[in-house]
């Protein structure tokens, strides 16, 4: 097969060299409600080809060659005096795998333990190309489901205006879980 973005020969959809040179994470912070900081690993306009096969089959290997480069190198590097989850926002299958649920799964570590459908929205509308005003409008509503562990990272593959991530910290507050920080993949801010 042939590199996505080199178009050289390749036993991986990204080649190693490709993965190397325009898949090394750059680590932008935002901040959220009550303070809480949203780590992205790339500015979306790096990777918005990517990010656009989420809802195709390419995008399952496009993900996980994403995750690998940047979710799962974190979470070697990452240490805490307890184990915390790690909830992928929204991973309900759309077709047959979730996005979120795939960067969720490169968590795993000594000290994230990933659990999946623990945050699921019940109103299914999507926000792509919406404005702030619209999504505030119409709430995700997550139906929340109990967990072990008292602090979470909350994970989703996009932040562009925040409300979907200040919703989830705020659902997860209200059942008193403790939200550390949150991941993306990408940030769309301009």
Do not use: W
């Not at 097969?1 to 993965?19: A, G, P, V, W, Y």
């Not at 795998?97 to 929205?121: F, Q, V």
């Not at 919703?167 to 403790?178: M, P």
Request: aromatic share 12%.
């Amino acid at each position: 097969m042939r590199c996505l973005l080199c178009e050289d020969f390749s036993l991986t959809h990204i080649c190693k060299n490709c993965q190397r040179e325009n898949l090394t994470p750059e680590f932008i912070r935002r901040e959220l409600l009550d303070g809480i900081v949203v780590f992205s690993f790339y500015k979306y306009d790096t990777i918005k080809n990517l990010l656009h096969t989420k809802h195709t089959d390419l995008g399952y290997y496009i993900y996980h060659i994403l995750a690998k480069n940047s979710f799962e190198k974190f979470a070697k590097n990452f240490e805490f005096n307890e184990v915390v989850a790690s909830l992928s926002i929204d991973d309900e299958p759309n077709e047959s795998y979730s996005h979120t649920a795939i960067l969720n799964k490169h968590l795993n570590s000594k000290y994230i333990k990933p659990l999946y459908r623990k945050l699921i929205a019940k109103n299914k509308v999507s926000y792509s190309g919406k404005s702030k005003a619209f999504r505030l409008a119409n709430k995700r509503d997550f139906d929340f489901k109990e967990f072990a562990q008292k602090s979470c990272i909350l994970v989703d593959d996009i932040i562009t205006t925040g409300t979907t991530l200040n919703e989830a910290i705020f659902t997860c507050k209200l059942h008193q879980k403790e939200v550390l920080f949150c991941l993306t993949l990408a940030d769309a801010r301009k």
